[in-house]
């Protein structure tokens, strides 16, 4: 590859951009953990149906920026605690 060409992130920028886990624990069947993309145009990109007691633990990445949770859920991040039930 071309080192012109590439642009490589620093320490700092990487860690801004990606790194923060967060943990989604359902609390019905059914519900919908629906990742989103960084970027100019934000879409969908990749969703996942969580059974009623069901844990999935992610990471944003350089590629996912935000997520959307429907359904009833306990949402977990570095920030606190949030039920979607509430």
């Given at each position: 590859m071309d080192s012109h060409n590439h642009k490589a992130n620093s320490g700092d920028e990487q860690e801004a951009i990606s790194g923060d886990y967060f943990v989604v624990k359902a609390k019905e069947q059914g519900v919908?953990?629906?990742?989103?993309?960084?970027?100019?145009?934000?879409?969908?990109?990749?969703?996942?149906k969580l059974d009623k007691g069901e844990v999935l633990i992610a990471q944003f990445t350089d590629h996912t920026s935000a997520v959307k949770v429907r359904g009833?859920?306990?949402?977990?991040?570095?920030?606190?605690?949030?039920?979607?039930?509430?």
């Open positions: 919908t953990v629906i990742g989103l993309t960084r970027g100019k145009d934000t879409r969908f990109h990749h969703t996942e009833k859920a306990i949402v977990m991040t570095k920030h606190g605690v949030i039920d979607t039930d509430e």
